[in-house]
């Protein structure tokens, strides 16, 4: 059935129902959209600010401050400004602003400026980061102790694959150059990452991490280089995280969410080993080394252009590739013993057998949460048990019903298993010869016009 709401009054419901705030004008500045957030916001009502042109609705704003009437007056979009100011009611608001002109069929018919507030996660990041700097000078001391902190040996592998990646960390961890660690969730690169670390000569050094995922380009940014006072509005003079790192290791986790922007300064600090906080004239040596680690294939992401080549080659230049539990088939005996033993002293159990059954079921089905998986299913498992020996009953119960979806899976069919290869080999031969297809197929031993066809069937991305 087609509902009979007009339009216009769905779109309202729908902006005020969401979590940013969004003011829109006409081209004469005449406010045409105001939601409930942006009067949160600014401390006001909306019915005070809409129909009301910018300036007479803001007294305290002026044709140059008002980012809607810069934008109306240039059509230039202002991307992802940070802004900190004080509502109506005394509060300090930090926002993340976005200011677009609205354009139909070439004209400029308005502006509309959407906001969202980081006041909470900005705290909290600042928390972190006079946190850091107070314990810093601890670190360098060697007062302070990390409250996770691995090293080579809690990495537990019967796996050959995984303990040649072992054997890896010693002669990595002193080379001091940057390390990309790659891994599907769950796999251990934290594991692996701070054994670098604890490893090196930088293990007395203080070792920061920061998950690349978790914070806006604008708040990464300034939590990574620094802010300078003035820089933006509110902002203030502060040491950024490659400062507080300074002779140790700065850990980038999911480097894959890193906006190419930012990507790019960071191959800088990686090329010339100097910072330059946001807003400052002088750059700061700093003698740190970058540890990142991403969750997918490095290749697959500088092909879908969310990793930036230059950094890629730049980090590649040690990478350890971490495999997935399901192709390592001896570590599924060791950890899940490592971890009977861990929840029977947590639990005060007395497990000391595992069902064979168990280990079958264990060994087909395919880990996609890996280590992290396995452990939270043991200690599923062990709340449930009650003897000496962990039965498929303890299992989760999703668990003890994949036997027959895997039986009944089997193998994969051979043209699509086929076609994946031919997709990931093209991949391969294209980053290789920076996209030239006739370098490609010289590669791939095929003609050019063969190889420009299967690009266009498969729908490779060049
Ligand atoms: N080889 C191992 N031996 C012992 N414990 C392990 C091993 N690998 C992983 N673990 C355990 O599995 C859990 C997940 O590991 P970790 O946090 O290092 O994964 P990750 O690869 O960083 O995952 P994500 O991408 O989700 O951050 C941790 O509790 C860790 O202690
Ligand atoms: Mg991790």
Same mark, same amino acid.
């Given at each position: 059935m087609i509902s009979t709401i007009p339009t216009n009054q769905m779109i309202s419901a729908i902006l005020n129902s969401i979590d940013e705030s969004i003011h829109a004008v006409d081209n004469n500045g005449m406010t045409i959209f105001y939601n409930q957030v942006a009067a949160d916001h600014d401390g006001v009502s909306v019915d005070e600010v #809409?129909?009301?042109?910018? #300036?007479? /609705?803001? =007294?305290?704003l002026t044709k140059e401050t008002s980012t809607l009437l810069k934008v109306l007056e240039t059509r230039q979009p202002i991307i992802q400004q940070p802004q900190r100011f004080e509502n109506i009611k005394g509060q300090f608001i930090d926002t993340v602003n976005t200011t677009i002109p609205i354009i139909l069929d070439n004209n400029l018919i308005g502006a509309v400026e959407i906001a969202k507030d980081y006041s909470t996660i900005k705290t909290l990041g600042e928390k972190v #980061?006079? $946190?850091?700097?107070?314990? +810093? =000078?601890?670190?360098?001391?060697?007062?302070? +102790?990390?409250?996770?902190?691995?090293?080579?040996? &809690?990495?537990?592998?019967?796996d050959p694959a995984l303990m040649a990646v072992k054997s890896q960390v010693e002669k990595v961890a002193n080379a001091d150059s940057a390390v990309l660690v790659v891994g599907e969730t769950g796999t251990g690169k934290e594991l692996f990452v701070q054994s670098i670390h604890h490893s090196s000569g930088r293990s007395e050094g203080p070792f920061i991490a920061q998950n690349c995922a978790a914070l806006p380009e604008s708040l990464l940014e300034s939590i990574l280089f620094g802010t300078t006072k003035g820089s933006y509005t509110g902002a203030i003079d502060r040491p950024g995280l490659f400062e507080l790192a300074d002779g140790g290791s700065l850990f980038l986790d999911e480097l894959n969410s890193m906006p190419l922007e930012l990507q /790019?300064?960071?191959?800088?600090?990686?090329? &010339?080993?100097?910072?330059?906080?946001?807003? &400052?004239?002088?750059?700061r040596k700093v003698n740190v080394r970058v540890i990142a680690a991403i969750?997918?294939?490095?290749? &697959?992401?500088?092909?879908?252009?969310?990793?930036? =080549?230059?950094?890629?080659?730049?980090?590649?230049?040690?990478? $350890?590739?971490?495999?997935?539990?399901?192709?390592?088939?001896?570590?599924?005996?060791?950890?899940?013993?490592?971890?009977?033993?861990?929840?029977?002293?947590?639990?005060?159990?007395?497990?000391?057998?595992?069902? *064979?059954?168990?280990f079958e079921l264990f060994h087909q089905y395919n880990w996609?949460?890996?280590?992290?998986? $396995? +452990?939270?299913?043991?200690?599923?498992?062990?709340?449930?048990?009650?003897?000496?020996?962990l039965s498929? +009953? *303890?299992?989760?119960?999703?668990?003890?019903?994949?036997?027959?979806?895997?039986?009944?899976?089997?193998?994969?069919? $051979?043209?699509?298993?086929?076609?994946?290869?031919?997709?990931?080999?093209?991949?391969? /031969?294209?980053?290789?010869?920076?996209?030239?297809?006739?370098?490609?197929a010289v590669l791939?031993?095929?003609?050019?016009?063969? #190889?420009q066809y299967k690009i266009k069937n498969l729908n490779i991305i060049v």
């Open positions: #809409l129909g009301k042109h910018v #300036l007479e /609705a803001f =007294p305290s #980061l006079d $946190l850091q700097a107070r314990i +810093k =000078p601890q670190i360098k001391q060697g007062k302070s +102790k990390q409250v996770h902190s691995y090293t080579i040996t &809690d990495i537990l592998t019967n /790019a300064k960071l191959l800088r600090v990686l090329e &010339d080993g100097v910072v330059r906080r946001i807003g &400052d004239q002088k750059t969750n997918e294939s490095p290749l &697959d992401c500088v092909q879908n252009g969310i990793m930036r =080549p230059d950094l890629y080659y730049r980090l590649n230049v040690f990478s $350890l590739f971490i495999p997935p539990l399901r192709e390592r088939n001896f570590d599924i005996e060791l950890l899940t013993s490592h971890f009977v033993e861990q929840f029977n002293e947590r639990f005060s159990k007395h497990v000391r057998n595992v069902e *064979h059954t168990v996609p949460g890996n280590v992290r998986e $396995l +452990k939270h299913t043991i200690e599923h498992a062990m709340i449930m048990a009650e003897g000496h020996t498929v +009953k *303890h299992l989760p119960v999703q668990l003890q019903h994949i036997k027959k979806s895997t039986e009944t899976k089997g193998i994969q069919p $051979l043209r699509s298993a086929m076609q994946e290869m031919e997709i990931s080999l093209i991949k391969q /031969a294209l980053l290789q010869t920076n996209s030239n297809i006739q370098q490609a791939l031993e095929i003609p050019r016009q063969t #190889l």
